[in-house]
């Protein structure tokens, strides 16, 4: 008998092996359904660590190799997780579900709002707010995103407005840990604002007699190739892009500069000495609005998450797995490290759905076994 016969019959008796798992995962998966349905009439929890297990060292148990224990335990992890996530549907079903915390309402009123923004009149945040609000919205500055939390939080402010991903530079990572700080907060809406640095100084300033210039470190890095093309020229970081506009007027040096918005530049008086200095022109930085209502609308379509998962192997695949699963569209994911315990990390996620879709919740009901702390953020 040639190779290429031989090949050919080992693929009809793999086939014939299929078909026999294909009839015995029919069989399992039943068996798990009615499960499923004793533990609705119990109230026994889905998850059962110390089953899963002794189930996984029970069939490890019946192969010799390394391998095939190896393999066989996290072919059997699977199987237990499609379980879960079966057992979890039918228990939706009858009314056993998640509890997102968040209530689903007709429509967010943002009329007559307090709104605050960090930074000095001029910056982008407070661009940001009068695109969501409008121009006749009640917008204040302060000086810090823990002030403008802190806001918030004690009811002086209804919202407020932080910068929270760049599409070039990346995340601002203390704004994630910052919502960490405030469970009571949420995010309510998010806009998507373009940003066009531009480099500005006091009358009589020139590109060349520069030495140093102001803004925020995101700004700073979104303009990185001007400062390598001017090497003699620093760059220092500073609160806000509206601050670095405002010290520099206010210390009237031709020698200083700023990298601000062409607003804040018509603000303080300053001229214009290049537009568009970032070196993506489609720089866009996106900025969140949290609020004390944990609420969303029909018209939510993106939920954030945040969440800690155990240090094991496959803990995150086994995590994520929900979203495939359950056919869940990650559009972001950040991860953080955790401070009290070094070189551990959470997570930051940006899903699409909202949180009364069936497959929503039961990602969300798989997730909840599978990590060791859960936030929704917001569903906007």
């Given amino acids: 008998m040639d190779n290429k016969q031989t090949l050919l019959d080992i693929r009809d008796e793999l086939d014939v092996i299929d078909k026999e798992i294909t009839r015995l995962y029919k069989k399992r998966i039943d068996l798990c359904a009615e499960v499923a349905n004793v533990k609705i009439k119990s109230g026994k929890a889905v998850f059962d660590p110390a089953r ?98 802190d806001k918030v939080r004690s009811g002086e402010a209804d919202y407020a407005v932080l910068p929270i991903e760049n599409s070039s530079h990346g995340v601002v990572s203390d704004n994630f840990d910052l919502m960490l700080k405030y469970p009571e907060l949420a995010i309510i809406e998010e806009v998507d604002l373009k940003v066009a640095h531009a480099l500005m100084s006091v009358k009589g300033a020139t590109i060349e007699g520069i030495r140093e210039i102001y803004s925020h470190p995101q700004a700073l890095g979104q303009c990185s190739e001007f400062f390598e093309a001017h090497p003699g020229i620093s760059a220092v970081p500073v609160l806000n892009t509206a601050v670095a506009a ?50 969303y609308t029909d018209a939510a379509g993106k939920i954030s998450l945040c969440f800690e998962a155990a240090h094991r192997p496959g803990a995150l695949y086994n995590i994520l797995g929900n979203f495939i699963f359950n056919d869940v569209n990650l559009t972001m994911i950040s991860s953080r490290p955790i401070p009290e315990r070094p070189f551990e990390y959470r997570f930051f996620v940006d899903i699409e759905g909202r949180l009364d879709m069936p497959n929503i919740v039961n990602a969300l009901s798989g997730m909840e076994d599978q990590v060791t702390e859960l936030r929704i953020l917001g569903n906007y």
């Fill in 246 to 295: 405002k010290f520099v007027r206010d210390k009237g040096d031709t020698t200083m500069a700023a990298l601000a918005s062409e607003a804040a530049a018509e603000l303080y008086g300053l001229e214009i000495l290049q537009r568009s200095v970032n070196q993506q022109k489609t720089n866009t930085t996106r900025f969140i609005i949290i609020g004390r209502e944990k609420t």
């Fill in 52 to 149: 899963e297990g002794e189930k996984l060292d029970t069939v490890a148990s019946y192969l010799d190799s390394d391998f095939d224990k190896k393999a066989i335990r996290e072919l059997y992890q699977q199987l237990m997780t499609i379980s879960r996530r079966l057992q979890l549907g039918i228990m939706a079903e009858h009314g056993k579900s998640f509890d997102t915390g968040f209530e689903k309402i007709e429509k967010s009123d943002k009329s007559g709002k307090r709104v605050v923004y960090q930074g000095a009149e001029g910056a982008y945040a407070q661009i940001a707010a009068i695109q969501c609000f409008g121009r006749d919205a009640d917008i204040s500055n302060v000086k810090t995103w823990k002030d403008a939390a």
